[in-house]
């Protein structure tokens, strides 16, 4: 099992990146796949998950209507982010679990840097 992020990098307020992580060793139709970031001297946490069985997706509250996440096909999830704000800076990282709900992931990325700033 593989996971392996990549579209991060250097944007400024109010631009848009899109991330993505194709996955190998399994495809994602019986998994929940989720983007989780870091901040410097935070915890991480969740940004937005998709249920494979269902499509059903959530997001945390300072995300919502500005980053969109989806399964492209059995092997690539994607993070569309728009309208970035400094505070978006962190490392992302794409997780994924065996689960029809469980989005705390069993598997993880090696994380890819988004910075925002002018």
């Known amino acids: 099992v593989q996971l392996v992020e990549s579209g991060g990098g250097l944007v400024q307020p109010g631009g848009s990146l899109r991330l993505t992580c194709a996955v190998s060793?399994?495809?994602?139709?019986?998994?929940?796949m989720s983007w989780h970031r870091q901040a410097p001297g935070k915890e991480r946490e969740l940004v937005a998950y998709?249920?494979?069985?269902?499509?059903?997706t959530q997001y945390t509250d300072s995300v919502r209507d500005r980053f969109y996440i989806s399964r492209d096909n059995g092997t690539i999830t994607t993070l569309q982010m728009n309208s970035l704000k400094p505070e978006d800076t962190a490392v992302y990282y794409c997780?994924?679990?065996?689960?029809?709900?469980?989005?705390?992931?069993?598997?993880w990325g090696q994380g890819t840097q988004v910075t925002v700033s002018a």
């Open positions: 997780g994924a679990r065996h689960s029809s709900h469980n989005y705390t992931p069993a598997h």
């Open positions: 060793g399994f495809t994602t139709e019986k998994y929940v």
């Open positions: 998709v249920i494979g069985v269902s499509g059903k």
